[in-house]
């Protein structure tokens, strides 16, 4: 003998699955949402909002073992040309002491934009800390941040060559 099924039954569970589904999609995606704005995942930027500068090792002004040490600039602050990075331009300033570069400072880069607040935030910390430890303009791209690094290493170059570099 045969169990009688109600033809109800298949036609609620499937519509309720569907919904329970969705909602926990659209609840999870409105989660991360809320929790990437407080936390200041998108870029937003306060003074209360440690970045990613303050994690880093200090490099040191000594030369890496790789590199050029026959190096030498004159001492003093050079300031490179703007520099083109698409949302907004870079411009760089070099600190020379005793032949070598001891700071590299940003004197302008994009930051009207969360975006571009939050690339910056990531991408200047390496970029300064990598043009200190191989002293000359020849960083790498960090990913992510590529029209920054190139605008980066076009205006710490001008620096540069101010300094008497080649």
Known sequence: MRKAV???RPY???PLKQFALSFFVVATFAAY???EQLTGG???TNAATPTL???LPQVAAQPAPNSASATHYRDGEYTGDMADAYFGYVQIKAVIQGGRVTDVQFLSYPSDRRTSQRINNYAMPYLKNEAIQVQNANVDIVSGATLTSEAFIQSFGAALQQAGGA
């Open 6 to 8: 109600s033809p109800q």
């Open 12 to 14: 609620f569970n499937q």
């Open 33 to 35: 949402a809320i929790r």
């Open 42 to 44: 998108s870029g937003t």
């Open 53 to 55: 500068a303050a994690n």
